[in-house]
T-cell receptor, first 118, second 113 residues
Framework: GAVVSQHPSWVICKSGTSVKIECRSLDFQATTMFWYRQFPKQSLMLMATSNEGSKATYEQGVEKDKFLINHASLTLSTLTVTSAHPEDSSFYIC??????????????FGPGTRLTVT | GDSVTQMEGPVTLSEEAFLTINCTYTATGYPSLFWYVQYPGEGLQLLLKATKADDKGSNKGFEATYRKETTSFHLEKGSVQVSDSAVYFCALTYSGGYNKLIFGAGTRLAVHP
């Protein structure tokens, strides 16, 4: 099946620094990718929709200048958390829709990146 | 707006017990419904889905039926195993996978031998 990878799997950074998280579709192309944030013992909240070759679409309440998204190619989207603060500590997950072979599309999820800001 | 409500966990069961995790939804249209599972340390995986009313999704012994009249999509399994211990998410979307998923809060299941 389709595989989505994320890198790094976990990262610790100091307050005020920026962190980049990569999301790759390994064996399929994805013109659209989704970025989610998951707090401990809570559900996934959609942050933004990443569109290859155009600007990302952010959900209400998500600061686009804080969470920079770049969909550089058909297999790579990056999320940069700028000037990170402890409240940005969370689990970040990406997903990409992949063709299920005539049965429509299914979202394939990356394993997630745990960000800790100290 | 659209939303998904799941029963709160954690749910703790003994091996071979019957499992039900309730899920209800609120939607303005006719969504597709999904159950995703997240095993410890892993990403979300699609467990099963149903795209229209009265459809039954099934996989790995799990089943869920799309009930439009009760706006529900309850997950059931007749006999759980320790390996089923995970977090289960109910979700909805419109018009296939290119649209965003709306998730419930997730229900943690712990199965003991």
């Amino acid at each position: 099946g389709a595989v989505v990878s994320q890198h790094p799997s976990w990262v610790i950074c100091k307050s005020g620094t920026s962190v980049k998280i990569e999301c790759r579709s390994l064996d399929f192309q994805a013109t659209t990718m989704f970025w989610y944030r998951q707090f401990p013992k809570q559900s996934l909240m959609l942050m933004a929709t990443s569109n290859e070759g155009s600007k990302a679409t952010y959900e209400q309440g998500v600061e686009k200048d804080k969470f920079l998204i770049n969909h550089a190619s058909l297999t790579l989207s990056t999320l940069t958390v700028t000037s990170a603060h402890p409240e940005d500590s969370s689990f970040y997950i990406c997903s990409a829709p992949g063709n299920t072979g005539g049965l429509g599309y299914e979202q394939y999820f990356g394993p997630g990146t745990r960000l800790t800001v100290t | 707006g659209d939303s998904v409500t799941q029963m709160e966990g954690p749910v703790t069961l003994s091996e071979e017990a019957f499992l039900t995790i309730n899920c209800t939804y609120t939607a303005t249209g006719y969504p597709s419904l999904f159950w995703y599972v997240q095993y410890p340390g892993e990403g979300l995986q699609l467990l099963l889905k149903a795209t229209k009313a009265d459809d039954k999704g099934s996989n790995k012994g799990f089943e869920a039926t799309y009930r439009k009249e009760t706006t529900s999509f309850h997950l059931e399994k007749g006999s759980v195993q320790v390996s089923d211990s995970a977090v289960y998410f109910c979700a909805l979307t419109y018009s296939g996978g290119y649209n965003k998923l709306i998730f419930g809060a997730g229900t943690r299941l712990a199965v003991h031998p």
